[in-house]
């Protein structure tokens, strides 16, 4: 049961761990204001993890998995009867090998806990890397330091390897994969405030894979859309200009076009942040090349 290659414009959806992460699945404005060269990600923002040697007391926090296991086949039931039992593709096919069916991941909270435990992980992974290359560049002679400094690469491989166990037991995740995380179900919600105030409202519901990837088409163009204007505007300022903020800049008469077109099929504003609720997703891997 394969896929088209399609799939394979969800650029936020190819999740290769090894090297970031992108299932976050926060639906928003593009933030361009840093006065830095606009990237070319689109509106689909993932919760990004830590960089290198931001992880510190978030990381620390955050270092415990969440217990919420999505669905692999039990024994004796292959991954062609759990992909015929819910309703999923077995293999997605890409150019860069085919993807096999590792669980399905059912309820909003089994889905928000393994972007979590997937962002946990990516983040010690950081933690860890960072940590060595300090104890690599400090000087032998600063052997107290370099003791500390030992002392937190043993705690963080430590807690990384716990992690990695229980992310094996409760989600196939093997470190050596590469992964695709194939939404079938989801929510895109409005969000008025923050925290325990904030007030979502559900304005569209992806039944299938298929209408979340045209949507996700949809964002990417428009983002494009943006990020082409910003690069065409920074084109024309001088050095010290290009320091400052990029402005609010006005909508061109193709993005008002492509605006109007996403109001009106999914009441929603791409000029807008929404939050997007995951209710039902299959992720697939494959072998890092």
Known sequence: MAQRNSYWKWQTLLVTIVVSLGIGFYVGRMDLGSGDEPSDSNTEQAQQPAQDGESGQDDQAESQPTNQAGE??????????????????????????????????????ANRALQKNLQVVNSQRQRLGQLTRNYDQTNPQMAQQRELIAGEINQARKSLENNLRFMAQNFGYVISNNYLLVPHRATLNSVIGEGKDQLKTAVYTFKDSESYRKFQEKT???????????????????????????????????????????????????ERSYLMEIQKAALYARKAQ
Not at 220 to 241: F, N, P, S
Request: glycine share 6%; with cysteine; charged share 40%.
């Open 72 to 109: 692999e086949p039990p024994k004796g039931i292959t991954t062609e009867q759990l992909a015929r039992e819910k309703g999923v593709p077995e293999k997605i096919k890409s150019e860069q090998g085919d993807y096999s069916l590792v669980a399905v991941i059912e309820g909003e909270d």
């Open 220 to 270: 990417d163009a428009y983002t494009k859309l943006r990020v082409d204007q910003a690069r065409a505007y920074r084109a024309t300022q001088t050095d010290d200009e290009k320091k400052q903020p990029l402005p609010k800049l006005p909508l061109t008469e193709k993005m008002e076009k492509a605006r109007q077109e996403m109001v009106g099929k999914y009441k929603c504003d791409p």
